[in-house]
């Protein structure tokens, strides 16, 4: 019987997923990696990646600065030795980047360049231009291409975590060129999914992030960490969502109201431009119920003003931005203003891990957005997430690694009888006939609820609402009907899987919500409005059942920060 195997099994090929392929492959001699990646892996959503990434380098930083913005930054919600390693190991991940040949932007004197990024009191941003994550993903590809110890699954979409024994022995992924389930057996999977911008309607994320990874694992027991908070980015383009990096502000943009004013100067004085997102955020809505916003046919918007940058320094610093503005829609920021809004952008939640990137269920592992590890809290910082794929990508492909040293493989036999009745369960629930419900009509439904419900603004009526209605769809999924049953490149069963993880991860993110009494960075409960370290300094955990899901709470780990009132 011909199944593959891997000691190690990534699913995920993004800046997380490579990172810990190549660490898995240094862990010990004769190891086989494999990567399984629903898209070719320089199409993951890393490769968006516009600012930069950060890590503290200058002499006028210092490790404890950045773990302790990072930790103000988080609502003190972030796990404090979590950070320490994160701002530690930070620095010689980039440095690892740049001997794989990843061309960082550099000053006259040769040093690699670093910007100023929101919530950061030192400027510790790296970058390639404004196409970073576009060069980090490419470094690290095209590094991964020199172990032959990786094989790579690429266009194939995992579709349950096999679990045996209490513990995770493998994937069954469907080969979406050639279609039908298979299995691939191995001894740890690392998690490395990316996020699920797309249970929102207007967000800056990719059509792929879907939060997969995030539901696999929660089906099979896992809980999912802190999903209550999603962030949004102050500076997305009206309609489409596309993201007008933060670089722009860190390179000296101006965000101006309806009335010509730098508004921000009424809620983030000290910072003005260069606060964190949910504060910025929170400001736009507070500025659109007091009238001082434009309106135009995609809603409400202000200005994001670069003009007095000049044409020399937008287009050094910023040339996507000019590039993405003058095609999308008609402005060229040299001379006019962006159009921009709040647009969701990133999930702080994720797969429940420890700081190694285990999760409770021996053999599964997870890093980057899909992951959990506690280091951004209640938001996080600009910047912070792609040294976090790279940090917690590398620790969890070690460990992994490490752990597959003393495991053995489960039977090829056992293992193919679960990918047969992974097969039969596909089939039984969307190739037959009865099916009236559409994928598109309960996606709809579920961005708009989840808009409504869990947007920047919450409330116990508003989430209660959309927890119901949440349940409703799930109803309704179970009558989801295909109109193509053909095996090859069948994108509807894609998106009909896709819609299932996104419902998911959904529940668990609502309910966390309802259940969260309290204001804290990203997760502003307009009927709690302040911050509750009392019952709150902890981090939900959403567990699936047959009913709702359960919420239990897991303690901060604090070390040397003491929760202050968080003030910019
Ligand atoms: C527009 C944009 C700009 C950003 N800019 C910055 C920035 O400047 N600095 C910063 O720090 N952060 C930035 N971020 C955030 C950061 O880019 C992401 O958090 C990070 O890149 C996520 O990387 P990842 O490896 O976890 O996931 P991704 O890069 O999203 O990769 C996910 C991988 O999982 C695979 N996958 C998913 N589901 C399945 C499945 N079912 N089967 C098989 N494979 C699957 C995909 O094929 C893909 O390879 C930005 C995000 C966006 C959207």
Redesign the pocket.
Known sequence: MNIPKHDVLL???????LRAAIAAAEAYEGASIGV????Y?M????????????AALRDDDSLDLHAYDTIKGSDFLADQDVVEKFVQDAVDEVIQLEHWGCPWSRDEDGRVSVRAFGGMSAKRTLYAADK??FHMLHALFQTSLKYDAIQRYDE????SLLIDDGKVRGVT?INIRSGGVHAIAAKSVII????A?KIFPFT???A???G??MA?AYRIGCPLKDLEFVQYHPTGLPGTGI?M???SRGEGGYMINSEGDRYLSEYVPGKMELGPRDILSRAFVHEMRAGRVFDGPYGNYVHLDLRHLGEKVIDEKLPFVRELTKNYVGIDPVYEPIPVRPVL??CMGGVHTDIEGATPIPGLYA????ACVSMNGANRL????????LVF?ALSGRSAGQYALEQDYLDPYTIDRMAQDEQKRIETQFFGDGGKERVANIRDDLRSTMEQGVGIFRTDEELKATCETIRQLKERYQNVGLDDKSSVFNTELIAALELG?MLDVADGLAHSALQREESRGSHSRSDFEERDDEKFLQHSLAYQTDGDPRIEYLPVTLTRWEPEERKY
Do not use: M, Q
């Not at 699913?11 to 997923?17: E, H, T």
């Not at 199409?43 to 950060?54: F, I, L, N």
């Not at 490395?192 to 996020?195: A, L």
């Open positions: 699913v995920g090929g993004g800046g997380a997923g399984v990646s629903k898209v892996p199409r993951s959503h890393t490769v968006s990646a516009e600012g930069g990434t950060a970073t994550g194939w979409f995992a579709t992924a490395c999914t990316g996020g911008g800056t994320n990719a792929i992030k879907t997969d990874g696999l993201l990096t933060e670089a952008h990133y890093a980057g957005e899909a600009g910047s912070n997430s792609l040294t976090e794929c990508g993880y």
